[in-house]
């Protein structure tokens, strides 16, 4: 099962390498990991993707929540979440295929942040799967350069994760 | 004040009694400091992987934090399996490294290696103290994390321009992190029905490990088990957790544990386990121990240790002494007790696996068994020594022949499985208790892998007893190959072994070689009486094809036992 765990953590130099290093030590796979500072610039937050089974996703939080500078985790995929990640991608965008990129581009509620004369980079933002599926649209050879984000995921209504 | 003062000052706050350490360029403002003072004492060790090992000694048997203090680079590299040691058996230490002055960091310099990295999995936490203003702070969080919840090391690594730096001291009383709060009371809820299981199991059984040991628990573990009249089996972290000579106690369970022990532990109906965590050593197979169903209680203080091999019906996070009064409480509080009936048939059929005296071995009046050697240590110690050991052979045959009587007694690497701690841990425990007898079990692989400590022992005047089980093999690497890989013995006779009684003599101790049965009493009671305060390294020439039994094949279940 995918899981989507949110960790709260103190913002300290050496943390994020405590935790992927939890995770290569134990054998946990990670899909992807984002992090940054808070509005307060003491706590970071964490969004870690990663798949195992319920006995191995329990191992997981609580082998997080036992290293010392974690403040709080949070398995997002307990309850009602939003996740959201951001993608550029940059394509070929020459002769026929320019009108037609602009036209995926739209349909995906893409945004082009870029133009030269033979390429767009579009920005789009989304689940994870509709991201994947924006790339699957495309013809491989047009896709010139992509970069992730990894996703990032908040619960939904009251489900409030703070210190 | 300078850091390096503060880092004296800081200990001297704790209570430290002692630093076990070893100089160099990162440290000296330290040990400049160290001279100056005489609150605490430091040892001088030979190698810094024996600091480590020294200071965690000191904290098992004391129960108090150990310090150890060594320099960056290789300083801080070897003492890693140190660390790593503590870190397996959840031992409180704090060691301060050095490390190249803070503009240095990162340029490659003079024996800079990156401490707070190589050491962070085998540490419970680490720092890297940038600012002088932070050292007080960071040392009093390092004695907190360590100490507190499940213990473990912690590192502090120290820029040596840190420890000449200049800020006021002030040692904060106490601290408070919003990140880390353990949790010690345990769940109302869970004890009621932890309660109500116990009372209705028919098979009971209680499994203790080292969390019983490091959370002060034997008093309740024995308060407990007489209440109720159950079984009851220790861990090899666990000995001394229960009496070992009284009826109720099965003996150690696991991979060398006695047959009544591993039987009652996979055929009980309602198990409870305090401050243990299923290892590999100890069910083995997780499979096959799940074949039969059972019930189970676990308490433990930290979360990540329960459901993670075995799941558990019962889990009671909190620290064990405080969730077993509690239990204690409730049980003598209601008037309902154990089906009597139920536990006399168990008792029978426990009684009956116990009559198989898996622990009988073939006596010799020509060659020494190592089991008498440790039988024999009973006897002339009384069951009142304080026995270190290292890992081996000698090892279990210490844990099955030597009965412990109480707790903090029985130090050894039990989860990193460390050859080479003997000895150092032997200085650790004398030096917090000059007046026990101090005895270190070892093999001649072990002792060879920290034998430069003898130098230390002479230097504080250790009265060490060192009891060599010496059979010229590594015996439980010759011991597998026998079993498992037909009697192909790659690499496990040890050749050309030094005369150890030059050896003991060399450094300045008394050094004797037993080679028959009839004088290993006699040995034994001259080491502990005309020797009494001299170390004494006795090599006992021991039977080199005498196997550990019963044993569990790797990978095998509880009731799949090899024994004699």
Request: charged share 25%.
């Amino acid at each position: 099962m995918r899981h989507i765990i949110s960790l709260l953590m103190e913002n300290e130099s050496g943390a994020l390498s405590r935790v992927a290093g939890l995770f290569s030590a134990r054998g946990y796979n990670i899909e992807s990991l984002s992090v940054a500072p808070t509005e307060d610039p003491t706590l970071s937050r964490m969004t870690i993707v990663t798949r195992g089974s319920d006995d191995v996703i329990e191992q997981i939080t609580k082998q997080l929540n036992k290293l010392i500078d974690v403040v709080k985790v949070q398995d997002l995929t307990e309850g009602g979440h939003i996740e959201r990640e951001l993608m550029l991608v940059k394509v070929r965008a020459s002769g026929e295929h320019r009108e037609e990129m602009k036209r995926m581009s739209d349909i995906f509620r893409g945004r082009i942040i870029d133009v030269t004369d033979k390429t767009y980079t579009i920005e789009l933002t989304g689940t994870v799967s509709k991201l994947n599926a924006f790339l699957g649209a495309l013809e491989s050879d047009a896709i010139l350069e992509v970069v992730r984000t990894g996703a990032s995921g908040i619960g939904r209504g009251d489900r409030i994760m703070r210190v | 004040m300078t850091g390096a003062e503060i880092v004296v000052r800081c200990l001297q706050a704790e209570g430290v009694a002692y630093v076990f350490g070893y100089p160099g360029g990162a440290v000296l403002n330290i040990y400049d400091e160290i001279y100056k003072q005489d609150q605490f004492k430091h040892v001088l060790v030979r190698h810094e992987q024996a600091a480590v090992h020294a200071a965690d000694a000191y904290a098992r048997a004391t129960g108090r934090v150990g310090v150890a203090l060594v320099t960056s680079g290789p300083g801080a590299t070897n003492a890693i399996t140190g660390i790593a040691t503590a870190y397996m058996d959840s031992i409180p230490l704090v060691v301060l490294t050095g490390q190249v002055p803070t503009a240095a960091i990162g340029m490659d310099a003079f024996q800079e290696v990156d401490t707070v990295g190589i050491s962070r999995p085998c540490v419970k936490h680490n720092f890297l103290v940038k600012d002088v203003r932070e050292l007080a702070s960071t040392i009093k969080k390092a004695f907190y994390i360590a100490a507190t919840g499940r213990p473990g090391p912690v590192v502090v690594d120290i820029p040596k321009d840190v420890t000449q730096q200049s800020c006021p001291f002030e040692y904060p009383a106490e601290i408070r992190m919003r990140s880390y709060n353990p949790t010690y009371r345990g769940h109302a809820g869970q004890i009621r029905r932890a309660v109500q299981m116990l009372l209705e199991a028919k098979r009971p059984m209680i499994y203790t490990g080292g969390g019983v040991i490091l959370g002060d628990a034997a008093e309740q573990v024995t308060e407990l088990t007489r209440l109720l009249g159950f079984p009851v089996t220790n861990t090899l972290m666990g000995l001394g957790g229960y009496p070992a000579p009284d009826p109720l106690f099965l003996g150690m369970l696991g991979m060398h544990g006695t047959f009544e022990a591993n039987m009652a532990m996979q055929h009980c109906d309602v198990l409870l386990a305090v401050g243990a965590r299923f290892d590999d050593r100890v069910i083995g197979n997780p499979k096959h121990f799940a074949k039969e169903a059972r019930r189970i209680i676990h308490i433990d203080v930290d979360p990540s240790s329960i459901s993670k091999r075995v799941k558990v019906d019962v889990p009671i996070v909190g620290d064990v002494a405080q969730v077993l009064d509690e239990i204690i409480r409730q049980i003598k509080a209601g008037s309902e007790r154990p089906d009597q009936a139920a536990l006399k048939a168990w008792w029978a059929q426990i009684e009956l696996w116990r009559s198989q005296d898996c622990l009988k071995y073939e006596r010799s009046e020509t060659v020494i068994k190592p089991q008498y050697v440790i039988e024999k240590l009973y006897e002339v110690t009384g069951g009142d020594a304080y026995v270190t050991s290292d890992v081996g052979q000698h090892q279990m045959w210490a844990a099955q022949y030597y009965p412990f009587n109480k707790p903090r007694r029985w130090i050894n690497s039990g989860g990193l499985g460390t050859m080479g701690v003997g000895l150092p841990y032997a200085m650790g425990v004398q030096l917090a208790f000059p007046e026990a007898k101090v005895v270190c079990v070892t093999g001649e692989g072990s002792i060879q892998m920290n034998i430069q400590e003898l130098s230390t022992c002479m230097q504080e005047k250790l009265p060490i007893k060192i009891v060599l089980l010496n059979n010229r093999y590594l015996g439980m690497v010759r011991q597998w190959q026998e079993f498992f890989y037909e009697e192909r013995y790659a690499e496990s006779y040890v050749d050309a072994l030094p005369d150890f009684v030059k050896l003991a003599e060399a450094y300045g101790h008394v050094g004797m070689t037993i080679e028959r049965p009839q004088d290993v009493e006699p040995a034994l009671r001259d080491a502990f009486g005309k020797y009494k305060d001299r170390l004494v390294f006795m090599n006992f020439v021991t039977d080199p094809h005498e196997n550990v039994y019963p044993m569990i094949p790797a990978g095998k279940g509880l009731s799949e036992m090899i024994l004699v």
